[in-house]
Each structure stands twice: as C-alpha cells, then as structure tokens.
C-alpha cells in the first residue's frame, strides 16, 4: 500500500542527489511512497516500474535496474533477498522522512549476519555512539572483546551493534530498532534498558531531547503516540551531535598541546563541520581522522587552530594524512578484516 511521504529541503542540496538522472531521482523518491515504515520497500525493478511509472511504457526495465546498483553503490540503499523475493532498505530513509504513527514493516528484515547491512547502519550513523555520543574507536578495545556483533576493520575502527530493545526482550534487527555503539557502552549496558544504562553511569538527562534510543520500535509504537516534535526530534539528533561531537574533539585536541587556548564558540565551529557534512560531503569517520592527523603534523597543528582552517585546507590535510596512513582507507567504504561473534552480550 502506497503511503504519503515528505520531502524535506536538504534532500535537493545533497550530492549524492545531484548525481543522479532525473529518472533515478524520481524512482529514488517514489520507492519512499511503497516502503514500509521502516523503510523497506519491494526491490524487483519490474514492481518498482509498474507502481511508479505506469504510464511510461518505453522506460526500459533495464534502466531501473541499472538505477538500483547505482543506488546501492552510493550506499543509498541495501539490496537483500529473502525467499527469493528482492528488498531494498532505504539507508537514510528515516532521516528523510518524519513518520508520525510508525507502522509494524509487513516485510521481512534483513539478517543482522549481514556485514554490508551492519555497516550501513554504522554508516547511517555516522560512526556515533549512540549512548556515549562519541566515534565508535576512541577507546581501547575493552575486556572480554570481541563480542557480538562487532565490526573491526584495518584501521582499528571497531564498532558494535546495539539492539535498542534487547533481543533477549523480543527487540527487533530492523533497522529501527538498530544502533551504532561503541563497544564500551555495548558491554556495560547489556540487557539493561538505556535509561538504567545512562543513569549508571551518570549520564542520563531528565527530559533530554537527546536521549539515545528515543527512536521507537515498533513494539513501543502499538501502545505509544509519537507527537510530530518527538518524531523531528529523532530524525535531526544524530546530524546535530555529529557536528558537536567533532568541532569539540578538535577543541581538545589542540588544547593537549596548548592547555590555555582560548575556548571558541563550539556552535559557530559545529557550523562549519555541518557545512562539510551537508555540503562538501565529508563523513564523521573521514573529518575525525584528518583531525587527528593534522594535530599531530609538526606543520599543520599550527595552522589548523579553527573549523574554518580545517575546512578551508580539508583536500590537502586528508591527502597527506593518507599519504602517511598507507591502507587507512575512508570510514565510509573500509575493507573489514574480522567479524566476531563468540559472546552475545545483547
Ligand atoms: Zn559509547
């Protein structure tokens, strides 16, 4: 059943976008309007034409095909099959989309054994803890690791999958009820809900927009109404922290070498990190790794003092921080190495 969907104005401005053909962008769309709420939609491109193209008989059924690899490529959606029948889950789709009433998926999920679908979850994420709000490989690997549900790729970035609700509470692997987190966080929350967890540790906010795990699954969502400023809430979070996240590790790293630098407004230097998120395209993962290596680089650690110069010099600084870190490749598209699973702590 096809359902309204909305448009939100940074769809037009993302790159990704101005990529594709118009065709592609309007199937990119219309697969919204035949996806569930989770965003999984029916992926055989003959469906996919039939319901949003029906009057265009000389579309040739290749050219859709040929727009979903394209789309999967672009990590726009993952392509899955189960029992033969051909699904996509659209990446991205609900920070596209505000759901108001969200609706149990009438499709099946993809499996959490998957290794490209695990990683775009972290990939959605942006490599952000979703209980520590910090890049998933901050921290040395802590004890009893590896775990379920981790990821360690060449570079020693190592992220882990966290069920929002816990399976062992019937929590689902739909990627709702799916979240990036460090392996810390992962072990020391357990089965325990979020909230025990945070206030553990003592980090829970009474009344905090910005508790993790405010994404509802859909077993919450049979007894629950999200308000629309709940639902705006969940959907613009993750890209607000980001760009907090990273313009505060800049701050702290050149405060290790230089303890009185006067502290800058972190707002005006997290737009300017959003601006290379949204508009130059630069991943969480890749912006914390130049940040790194330029605050190391006897040279550079003078001249990158501020977000503007870091945009300013981000081509040069990420070019000679590769140069340095042979086989350290982009976050977004890293070669994994190992996936363990001997101990479950979900
Ligand atoms: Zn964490």
Redesign the pocket.
């Known amino acids: 059943m096809a359902r309204t969907r909305s448009i939100k104005p940074e769809f037009w401005s993302d790159e990704k976008i101005g990529d594709l053909s118009h065709m592609e962008r309007l199937l990119f769309i219309g697969m919204w309007t035949f996806a569930d709420d989770e965003g999984i939609v029916k992926g055989h491109p003959s469906y996919l034409k039939s319901n949003i193209f029906p009057y265009d008989d000389k579309l040739p059924i290749k050219d859709i095909e040929n727009a979903i690899e394209k789309f999967s490529k672009l990590r726009m959606v993952f392509k899955y099959k189960n029992n033969g029948q051909n699904y996509l889950w659209i990446v991205k789709f609900r920070i596209y989309q505000r759901i108001d009433k969200p609706q149990k998926s009438s499709n099946p999920c993809p499996s959490i054994q998957n290794l490209e679908y695990k990683k775009l979850i972290f990939y959605r994420d942006g490599d952000v803890?979703?209980?520590?709000?910090?890049i998933?490989n901050l921290d040395p690997k802590p004890s009893g690791y590896p775990f379920s549900h981790t990821v360690e790729y060449d570079d020693g970035l190592i992220s882990s999958i966290d069920h929002i609700i816990p399976r062992s509470k019937n929590g689902s692997d739909f990627p709702s009820n799916l979240a990036t987190?460090?392996c810390?966080?992962?072990k020391g929350r357990g089965n325990r809900s979020i909230e025990d967890f945070l206030k553990s540790n003592g980090t829970f906010q009474e009344g905090s927009k910005n508790i993790p795990g405010t994404i509802k699954d859909e077993t919450e969502t049979e007894t629950e109404t999200e308000t629309e400023t709940e639902t705006e809430t969940e959907t613009e979070t993750p890209a607000e922290r980001d760009e907090l996240i990273l313009a505060t590790f800049l701050f702290e790293e050149i405060k290790k070498r230089k303890p009185d630098f006067k502290k800058p407004s972190l707002k005006n230097w997290a737009m300017e990190i959003d601006r290379m998120m949204r508009i130059d395209n630069r991943s969480p993962g890749v912006i914390k790794t130049v940040i790194e290596w330029c605050q190391k680089d006897s040279f550079w650690q003078n001249n990158i003092l501020s977000a503007e110069k870091l945009r300013k010099h981000f081509d040069a600084l990420e070019l000679k921080s590769k140069g340095e870190n042979i086989g350290r490749n982009k976050p977004d598209n890293r070669p994994s190495i190992t996936e363990n699973f001997p101990i479950d702590v979900q």
């Not at 803890?129 to 910090?134: S, T």
């Open positions: 803890c979703h209980l520590c709000h910090r998933t987190a460090c810390h966080c992962n």
